[in-house]
């Protein structure tokens, strides 16, 4: 029986790896046992929502099934390198490892309104935008669904023995693009969505991109309620086109006009990131040609203070803004009208911004 749901490879015995599996496809691999498919529900609850991989724990499963699906099938959760945690700062960061020893990093954050965990979805990134550690070392693979739902599943078993060990809120801002990877992130959102995965709700999913059209238009067609965000980072495109080479490809009206679409069809307001880079994008004029392009659509800006990151060989160019320019650049904004917040910075101290930790490592720095 070859069953693999993300195209991986695996040693011949024991190829099949639940993990990515919709409920249908655990289905369909339990009847081909011969079993009851009722049997795929309570191995789902025990994979997703139970955090139990060990088949031989499996207490409501005959004995006979239990070793079975022992011999033929395996729950790969990523291995952990390494956990950072931050000093006063309900922040834990994990660098993970996968089958094939690479590298990628996830964060858990305790909001008091719930746990939030924030995942990658590719080893590297093939955007190159150049403020970001995660691009600079180029693209080296798309992470399957089984990959990047293992990170939720890892992050929440962190929690065990806290008071709130439920996971309510997942963010695609880790390492990669989602968009680029967008099949495997569609699973992925299906999966933690449905009620025999992690139940988390669509309204507190979000998907963030640096602007991938095509990407975008296929969230729309899908109509679900999930929170959009775009990285924006610059209110022209020639600005944008050095910070961004995306860029290049899509105009930010264009880009606008999709994400304005989106919203209109999905009745999600749509939230534009902008790190604040001093001199170079946080200045008043650059503030109000922000306000102009997003005026009157349903949007809300976020301004994140850019993190300086460095390793051996290579470094961030840029500086941020200061705390007093960024709330000028926020105030010019409410001026016209437009909804602004500036992020709380959570995991400054442990490299939280994404491809921080790997390059880090990487390098061994
Ligand atoms: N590729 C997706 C998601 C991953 S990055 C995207 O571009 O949205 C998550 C966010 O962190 C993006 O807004 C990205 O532009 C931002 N980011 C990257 N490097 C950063 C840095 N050094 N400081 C602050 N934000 C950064």
């Known amino acids: 029986m070859v069953i693999s749901s993300e195209g991986t490879e695996h040693s011949a015995e ?10 249908a496809e655990m289905e369909q ?3 081909d046992l011969g079993e009851a498919k009722y049997r795929a529900g309570q191995l789902s609850d025990w ?7 060990d088949f031989a724990k499996m207490s409501n499963l005959s004995a006979f099934l ?9 729950v790969d959760l990523p291995g952990v390198v390494e956990l950072y945690q931050g000093i006063n700062d309900p922040v834990t960061k994990a660098l993970v490892c996968f089958q094939d020893e690479e590298l990628a990093e996830c964060v858990l954050m305790r909001y008091p309104y719930g746990n939030s965990v924030c995942v990658s979805t590719q080893v590297g990134c093939r955007m190159a935008c150049r403020f970001c550690a995660s691009g600079s070392d180029g693209f080296l693979r798309d992470l399957s669904a089984g990959e990047i739902v293992g990170q939720v599943l890892l992050l929440r078993s962190l929690l065990s023995g806290e008071g709130n ?3 309510s809120h997942l963010v695609f801002m880790g390492m990669g693009e989602p968009l680029d990877n967008i099949e495997q992130v569609i699973r992925v959102i299906q999966i933690v969505n449905a009620p025999w995965g992690l139940g988390i709700g669509y309204r507190h999913i979000t998907v963030s991109t640096c602007g991938l059209i095509e990407g975008i238009e296929r969230l729309t067609e899908l ?23 995306v860029a290049h490809k899509y105009k930010i009206t264009d880009l606008i006009a999709t994400a304005v679409r989106y919203s209109r069809v999905t009745g999600r307001r749509v939230t534009y990131e902008y790190g604040m880079i001093a001199g170079i994008n946080d200045k008043t004029s650059q503030a109000e040609q922000l306000a102009r392009l997003l005026k009157g659509s349903l949007s809300h800006v976020n301004l994140i203070p850019f993190n300086n990151w460095q390793s051996e060989t290579a470094q961030s160019a840029q500086q941020r803004s200061s705390p007093e320019v960024v709330a000028g650049f926020a105030e010019s904004l409410r001026k016209w009208g437009i909804e602004v917040t500036v992020r709380r910075e959570m995991g400054a101290d442990i490299s939280a911004a994404c491809g921080q930790l790997r390059r880090s490592r990487r390098r061994g720095t």
């Open 14 to 23: 024991k190829q099949l790896n639940w993990l990515g599996m919709t409920l």
């Open 29 to 31: 691999v339990i009847s």
């Open 47 to 53: 994979i997703y929502r139970k955090n139990e991989h």
């Open 66 to 74: 239990r070793s079975r699906l022992n011999e033929i099938s395996r």
């Open 165 to 167: 060990s439920r996971i």
């Open 223 to 245: 109509n679900l309620p999930l929170n959009l965000a775009i990285s924006l980072h610059a209110s022209d495109d020639d600005l944008r086109r050095e910070l961004m080479p």
